[in-house]
């Protein structure tokens, strides 16, 4: 019997091409299994492995091959595949059910909105959900916040997790916390998540805010098109961590001002179509009356717009009244 690519474990040693050295560079820069060789791009792979880039193009093939990346499937073999995909409660039964369920794994969910609008409250009780049982809406999992404007707060976590019943000091435990000091440290970090969820059970990603950095280092038209660029390599760094993992992203993301815009609320997310185009999920967070917000779904594959009202409380984040 002829043992199938599901029933072998290949190694990257098995990929024609790579022997102990270029191995050992690979797996040094986070490139330590096929899938993640397969979903690589030639250039990166020649870049951190030393070798040409069409020789790391032969590698990158032989890795889909063996990963089974890149074929055409079926509407029904993605429909099974798509049974893999998680729900992590927001919290809110508002908020889950104006997502269809909750955070979605395998998918960048981003909210946006101006300062207080509640995008980084949001942030802190996911990261408190997703260490819940599995029976309670959790993945019973730890977490990797990127923080990049220094807004994690432990002290919130702590009043989080006593409303929802939860030990404080084990939920802080399964939070990994990095302060990213400009974009290029943040797109590091991003990359690096990888070697703590071979350490770790990270099931949910945060960055908290997605574009600070890229806004405040990269200013004028002149410098637009290097933002945008190393803005997409990032988004999609996230992407392919939670597709690699099974894992929730979520990010916030600043709003400007929109001179043109006369009528309705004069703001736009920053980022683009970059963002824009990357982003599963986007959902625009306005402040209401008596610490409500307004939760608009404005972008999804599947779901159709709407919005919802949830609560800012000392608890967390709550369904409005």
Do not use: C
């Not at 084990?170 to 350490?199: C, P, T």
């Not at 709003?255 to 009528?263: E, G, L």
């Not at 717009?305 to 608890?315: A, K, L, N, P, Y």
């Amino acid at each position: 019997m002829v043992e199938s690519k599901e029933q072998k474990k290949y190694t990257i040693e098995d990929l024609p091409g790579v022997g102990e050295a270029t191995a050992e560079k690979l797996r040094e820069n986070g490139y330590d299994d096929v899938m993640t060789i397969a979903v690589a791009s030639p250039k990166d792979l020649s870049d951190v492995a030393g070798i040409a880039e069409g020789n790391a193009s032969k590698i990158i093939a032989a890795a889909r091959k063996y990963a089974d990346v890149g074929n055409f499937e079926t509407g029904e073999e993605i429909l099974e595949r798509r049974r893999e995909v998680k729900k992590l409660t927001t919290g809110s039964k508002n908020l889950d059910n104006l997502l269809g369920g909750g955070f979605e794994t395998q998918s960048i969910t981003e909210f946006f909105g101006e300062f207080g609008s509640g995008k980084t409250q949001i942030m802190h009780q996911a990261a408190v959900n997703a260490t819940m049982p599995v029976e309670n809406g959790g993945f019973d999992s730890d977490v990797l916040i990127i923080d990049t404007e220094n807004t994690f707060r432990p002290e919130r976590i702590i009043q989080m997790s006593k409303f929802r019943g939860l030990d404080p000091d084990k939920v802080l435990k399964r939070i990994h916390v990095a302060r990213a000091y400009n974009s290029h440290h943040q797109i590091l970090l991003a990359e690096r998540a990888s070697e703590l969820a071979k350490e770790f059970p990270i099931k949910l990603l945060i960055v908290d805010s997605l574009t600070s950095h890229f806004r405040s280092e990269y200013m004028g038209r002149g410098s637009l098109a290097e933002r945008q660029q190393l803005l997409n390599r990032h988004m999609h760094d996230l992407l392919k961590f939670g597709t690699i993992y099974n894992a929730v992203i979520t990010v916030t993301n600043q709003v400007s001002a929109r001179p043109d815009v006369f009528f309705g609320d004069p703001t736009a997310p920053i980022g683009g179509n970059v963002v824009g185009h990357t982003a599963t999920f986007r959902i625009y967070l306005r402040k209401s009356k008596g610490g409500k917000r307004i939760a608009r779904l404005i972008d999804s594959p599947y779901l159709p717009e709407g919005e919802t009202v949830i609560q800012i409380s000392e608890d967390g984040v709550i369904d409005g009244v």
